[in-house]
């Protein structure tokens, strides 16, 4: 990976499926998973003299998320035919915006990993464009299924601010946020709602002029996303370090090899002929309609991190890891609504209740039990009814059997003792057995205070109450 | 037969059917046989609908005993084959769309079809509208009615003479550089180019989207308003079309131009044009002005790139708008083993030579490196075109000029050479780079009987103006266009 020597310089192109019932531009639906060819009508299926009519909730949906990105609205754009011919490509060309886009600029802020400052990673622009229908290819012939011709898309680009391909998969995340909040996608990656290309240069570390760059397509998971950076940041380094050069091309990242390789120079055209789309005036967004939208902007994945920061008194960072997994989120609330301390709630779903989704490989819900169970076992510690270590083991178990809280720490006999005179009775029996360092104490050695609670412990086998414990030993080393 | 009803105008035979003296049965058989007679000589019909007009022409009979029907009910029209028409093939003169029957209706059809218009057939045109005679045609040319030695005009050829060989009482046609006007003005009818955005495009093939417009043919400038009236109007299915409300044409037509200024511009007056075309115009003129208008003198100096830019914003978007023909959803598909061969042998035999050639200069003009060059520098002509009549308007209130240089020529006289093909527009051409409405009215004959028409401009939305002067001139010049002997 990057190392002392190169950085790599990272920018991501994100393609988003807007949330919308019809196309961009005809009523057809925008289901999925509907048969082949069947939300389609003469419109996006570019027969003769159609003409597009622009989807006005479309464009309400890119401007909330303009504004969710501190972008600015160009209340004047303007939209673009790009030309290629493709089987799934009906009219021959993509109704784009191309120089002129509806959201030019902004940023998104991501939350700081374990130490340090949010991130600011600026984007370029935001804009409208269709998507294309999808070619099947069978062993006789190639079938085209133009469902998805004219489908809604937001293109959001970013600056080549990212360094990391951790830092690449957080803004992922942190834009997948933001599009969900603000209702504009559903972001369902496996479903295709989110498709990222990935501009990937490295350069020596300390230089300001950026490297050739390639272009990663075809990224519909965080996983590949990730794998596809690291692939392709050691390949450049190590192109650099033999002395070649990187030539600025476009690859495709093989998911089953997991590798990236260059497509051919057939699979994309590179004189797209642009010029303004003739049959759709510029699109003119009254300032009125701006200011609507704003004053019905819902909180923003990043305001609700500082909510949740002032509110149970956590870092930036464990609101980061809390909020950055929707369901981890989810988890936590559902166990602080049991009356567990915040911090207590937090500390323990990012330790070990990731630590058991991570080691399990299975989804939360069946890795961990209900947020229920959870809940009540770290209230029996709130309660002194059994220690920390005894509640880690309690959950271990109850994640591997699937058994309530009560009952594991019933079956495994965790339960805590605070009772006095049962305490009382083991420190008589410890101190009457170490009669030598009773005598030690007493004269001054304040140290040994420490060995006499560890004895009484053991003698309880651990079950014993601390606090209980210690007053109880302080008392009768005192008499 | 004898009885000759398909050589009535719109307006009598709407009060006829009104009075029901006749019926639409009547007056569309009229029109069909009239038809059958003259189309082995004329080829103006790609496609006749003679079931489907019979049919409509009974339910029109139907509306016209119940009272109350519209203009336009029971009425026979030829209808271009470039409007999509639900269940009726649709060529666009072309092999690639030669088995193409649209599943709609454009907006236009849809409109005159709620009118309770019958269309008689599809009419013939240049591929795609590319042309200027009707000769580009995948059907064969369409004849010129007043000598079938000659041609129609271009695009929209076989929507003019079809009107002017009585074969129906009117017709819808396509206007993108004078493909309604030119054809107008050789076969002897009245065509009008509506402002850009008057009317509907949805469902019109396109050509060159910023500049194609819908308009109609008739015999006479009223039966044209009605067609127009009919037509035009608002579209959620068309962005570009205007919302502004559609007036009724024919209350313009009061037959009074005293007052009127008519703007005359010098650079529609050339050097190499034919002295009776000229004269024959500038007689028109003075007679309008002796029914109580004024000519004035006008510049409109940037005239002479109107063909050059025309024909790099043309064919930029007739690049683009022609790119769907690719064999995969409708239309001719070659027999290919791969995508590219696909696309290059379906195209290659689908596409006539004079398409393929604007959809390469096209191409070009869009082409990386190319785009300030030629499409920009093009869009920036047809701004300082429009300033032209901007300016001109300040001091008329419609321009009036020759349609063409020349009357109606031979057939394969000019299609050996393209460039002189494309300067038989020179006249037509900046009407529709600047978006305006213009009409073409026959004013005349040479010698050889050619008609020869009189081209009105007006400002954009001014039809009304230069509809009252086409109309005030048919009225009061004692013009009456010979029927054609076929």
Redesign the interface.
């Known amino acids: 990976m990057t190392n002392d020597k190169y950085e790599a310089v990272i920018g991501l192109e994100v393609h988003a499926h807007m949330l919308t019932r019809s196309k961009l531009f005809c009523g057809c639906a925008t289901d999925f998973g509907a048969p082949p060819n069947h939300n389609v009508c003469p419109v996006c299926m570019a027969m003769p003299g159609v003409l597009p009519v622009l989807n006005r909730h479309v464009v309400e949906l890119a401007i909330r998320t303009g504004l969710a990105t501190h972008s600015k609205i160009e209340l004047h754009s303007v939209f673009a035919r790009k030309s290629y011919f493709y089987p799934d490509l009906p009219k021959g060309y993509q109704i784009s915006q191309y120089d002129e886009p509806l959201c030019r600029g902004g940023y998104i802020e991501l939350p700081p990993r374990q130490s340090g400052e949010p991130r600011r990673i600026r984007l370029v622009r935001i804009h409208l464009e269709e998507d294309a229908g999808k070619n099947i290819h069978t062993d006789s012939a190639s079938l085209v299924d133009l469902n998805r011709s004219g489908v809604p898309l937001m293109e959001i680009v970013s600056e080549p601010d990212l360094r990391t391909p951790e830092e690449a998969v957080d803004y992922l995340r942190e834009l997948r946020g933001i599009l969900v909040c603000v209702g504009a996608s559903d972001g369902k990656m496996e479903e295709g709602s989110l498709r990222c290309d990935v501009n990937v240069s490295v350069r020596q570390r300390g230089a300001t002029e950026l490297g050739a760059r390639t272009e990663i397509k075809n990224l519909n998971s965080f996983r590949f996303v990730e794998k596809a950076i690291v692939y392709e940041v050691n390949r450049q380094i190590e192109e650099i370090a033999a002395g070649r050069r990187i030539a600025q091309e476009t690859h495709l990242w093989d998911p089953e090899r997991e590798v990236t390789r260059p497509m051919r120079s057939k699979e994309f055209a590179n004189d797209y002929r642009y010029f303004p789309e003739p049959d759709l005036p510029p699109l003119i967004v009254p300032p009125d309609l701006v200011e609507k939208i704003k004053a019905e902007m819902p909180e923003l994945p990043a305001q609700q991190r500082e909510n949740y920061a002032k509110d149970f008194g956590l870092t930036t960072y464990e609101v980061g890891v809390l909020l950055g997994r929707e369901e981890l989120g989810e988890y936590f609330m559902n166990i602080v609504v049991q009356s567990v301390n915040a911090k207590t709630a937090a500390n323990w779903v990012m330790t070990e209740v990731l630590r058991a989704v991570n080691e399990s490989g299975k989804p939360l819900g069946e890795a961990v039990p209900k947020p229920q169970e959870t809940g009540a076992l770290l209230r029996m510690v709130e309660e002194s009814r059994i220690s920390l270590n005894a509640a880690k083991s309690a959950f271990a178990a109850m994640c591997r059997s699937g058994k309530g809280a009560e009952a594991t720490v019933a079956d495994l006999g965790l339960a805590q003792v605070s009772d006095e005179a049962s305490i009382a009775e083991a420190c008589d029996r410890v101190l009457a057995a170490e009669g030598a360092k009773v005598a030690e104490y007493r004269a001054g050695r304040d140290k040994l205070f420490g060995f006499f609670v560890g004895a009484v412990m053991k003698a309880m086998g651990g079950k014993g109450n601390p606090k209980v414990v210690n007053e109880v030993l302080r008392r009768k080393l005192a008499g | 037969m004898g009885s000759d009803l398909n050589r009535l105008t719109i307006t009598e035979a709407r009060d006829r059917l009104r009075r029901r003296e006749i019926t639409s049965r009547e007056l569309t058989r009229d029109c069909l046989e009239r038809i059958a007679a003259v189309e082995p000589r004329l080829n103006a019909f790609i496609t006749v609908c003679e079931d489907e007009a019979m049919a409509q022409a009974e339910e029109a009979d139907r509306r016209l005993g119940q009272g109350d029907a519209p203009n336009l009910c029971g009425i026979p029209l030829g209808i271009k084959d ?3 028409t639900r269940g009726v093939r ?1 060529t ?1 003169a072309s092999r690639i ?1 030669g088995n ?1 029957t ?3 209706d ?1 907006t236009v059809i849809e409109k005159l079809r709620a009118e309770g218009a019958v269309f008689v057939g599809k009419a013939n045109l240049d591929e795609f509208a590319m042309g200027s005679s009707t000769e580009n045609s995948a059907f064969g040319p369409t004849r010129n009615p007043y000598d079938l030695e000659r041609v129609a005009g271009g695009s929209s050829g076989g929507s003019a003479a079809a009107v002017a060989a009585d074969e129906c009482l009117a017709a819808l046609g396509t206007d993108t550089g004078g493909s309604i006007r030119l054809p107008a003005s050789f076969c002897g009818v009245v065509g009008i180019k509506p402002t850009y955005s008057r009317v509907s ?6 050509y ?3 500049l194609d417009q819908v308009g109609p043919f008739a015999r006479t400038v009223r039966d044209a308003a009605m067609v127009l009236r009919a037509a035009a109007g608002a579209d ?5 079309c205007s919302a502004r409300p559609v007036p009724d044409y024919e209350r313009a037509l009061t037959g009074e131009v005293r007052g009127m200024r008519i703007g005359v511009p010098t650079e529609y007056f050339v050097e190499g044009m034919d002295a009776t075309v000229e004269r024959t115009v500038r007689d028109a003129l003075k007679k309008l002005e002796a029914m109580g208008a004024r000519t004035v003198e006008i510049s409109l100096p940037h005239t002479g790139y109107a063909v050059a830019a025309y024909y790099l914003i043309a064919t ?2 007739a ?2 708008n ?5 064999g ?3 239309g001719m598909r070659a027999s290919a083993d791969n ?2 061969e696909l ?1 290059n042998r379906t195209r290659a035999q689908g596409f006539g030579a004079e398409v393929k050639r604007r959809i390469m200069l096209g ?1 070009f003009a ?3 490196g190319y ?1 300030d060059a030629y ?1 920009l520098k093009g869009q920036k002509v047809r701004t300082l075109i429009r300033r032209d009549f901007e300016r001109a308007f300040e001091s008329c209130d419609v321009v009036a000029a020759p349609v063409t240089p020349t009357t109606a020529f031979r057939l394969g006289e000019k299609t050996d050479d393209p460039l002189q093909m494309y300067l038989s527009d020179i006249f037509t051409i900046s009407v529709n780079l600047a978006g305006l409405p213009g009409m073409s009215v026959p004013c005349g004959a040479d010698g050889r009987g050619m008609p020869i028409g009189l081209q009105l401009i007006g400002p954009p939305f001014a039809e009304e103006a230069i509809l009252r002067a086409g109309d005030a001139w048919e009225r009061s010049s004692g013009f009456a266009r010979p029927a054609p002997q076929l």
């Open positions: 470039i409007y999509c649709t666009c769309l193409f649209p599943p709609f454009a495009r949805y469902g019109v093939i396109a060159a989207s910023t959620p299915r068309d962005s570009t930029a978007e690049s683009a022609l790119a769907r023909y690719d995969v959803r409708y995508n590219i696309y191409t869009l082409s990386a785009y499409y």
